[in-house]
């Protein structure tokens, strides 16, 4: 499982479009599609997972459409911090609050303080976040040091290691990505996490919903075993060894009926599988503990969850 995923959810406004609908009702069914992103990696075990909600570029959007977000954010944001905090979820962000509507700033910063004590997964929203303004303020903080060091008679011009220079991001305390998922089928990074997904495997989905829809697209490949990031070297490893049990981490009842002995002799491939279709309520197709059985991914009741 990595340790931290990112997701870049996209295809709100394509979403209500395609029904006739206004944007905002798109953002609106968009929260379903977190929540469930959220539980099903909390599920998994993974310790990360950072949500891209709005990008310093999104302020060009029509004003209804900002004003609508940043309300549903800060409605969102109240009304899902007790179940985060029931879940040990961690909230916090990444990105300038400090341009956000009152209103939409504390309801992060409620989310903040209450949720920091907690020990299980950390949700990461990005917003207001973009990359390049990350970056450009690593840099200032780069310039303050070097003019501090100059000050107390030390050499400015020491060599910066990437290390110290991504002490001045937002994720100075995460481990980078090991994976980026983008739904709805685009293939852009759109200024997120630059610094952070050089070596991070990217997926593109044609669905809102990345659990769902990384299983369609590639099994459960990049979860369960994603590619140890090379750093451009020449790696014989293919498959994490250690793997803890689907079992002790998808805690959520439809797993029961779902892990069965066949699946967990399989392997951890097959594990995976089947925990990921059990949080979706889908057949792994590996057991016959969970139904409905084929086809899995084109059946009126699957597509249910896409799109
Ligand atoms: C992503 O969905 C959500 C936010 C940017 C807040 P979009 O609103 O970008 O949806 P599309 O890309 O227009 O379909
Ligand atoms: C990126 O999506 C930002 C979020 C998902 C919050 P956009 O839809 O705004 O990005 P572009 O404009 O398609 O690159
Ligand atoms: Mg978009």
């Not at 929260?31 to 099903?40: K, L």
Request: hydrophobic fraction near 40%.
């Amino acid at each position: 499982i990595p340790e931290h995923v990112a997701v870049i959810m996209d295809g709100n406004g394509r979403w209500a479009k395609k029904r006739a609908l206004n944007r905002l009702k798109g953002h609106k069914a968009g929260i379903e599609a977190v929540r469930e992103t959220i539980r099903c990696a909390s599920d998994l075990g993974v310790r990360y997972l950072t949500i891209y909600s709005f990008s310093t570029e999104n302020w060009k959007r029509p004003q209804e459409e900002v004003v609508g977000l940043m309300d549903l954010f800060a409605k969102t944001m109240l009304a899902e911090v007790d179940g985060l905090h029931e879940e040990n979820v961690r909230v916090r962000t990444i990105g300038d609050l400090s341009a956000l509507p009152a209103e939409t700033r504390e309801a992060f910063e409620e989310a903040w303080l209450k949720t920091r004590g907690n020990t299980g997964m950390t949700l990461v929203v990005a917003v207001n976040y973009g990359s390049r303004q990350e970056i450009l303020h690593a840099a200032e903080a780069c310039v303050r040091r070097a003019l501090a060091t100059a000050a107390e008679g030390g050499d400015p011009t020491a060599p910066l290691t990437e290390a110290e220079f991504a002490q001045g991001l937002y994720t100075a305390d995460i481990p980078d990505p090991e994976v980026v998922i983008r739904t709805s089928g685009e293939m852009r990074l759109s200024n997120y996490l630059l610094w952070q997904v050089a070596y991070s495997e990217f997926v593109s989905t044609m669905s809102r919903s990345p659990c769902y829809a990384s299983l369609q697209a590639n099994g459960p490949r990049w979860l369960c075993c994603p590619p140890p990031p090379r750093y451009a070297r020449v790696s014989s490893t293919t498959c994490c060894a250690p793997m803890r049990s689907c079992q002790t981490r998808c805690s959520a009842s439809w797993r029961r009926r779902c892990i069965r002995s066949a699946c967990i002799s399989s392997g951890c491939r097959a594990r995976l599988w089947s925990a990921l279709c059990c949080c979706w309520r889908l057949s792994c197709g590996m057991c016959s503990g969970c139904a409905p059985v084929s086809p899995m991914w084109a059946s009126a009741s699957s597509a249910r969850r896409i799109a």
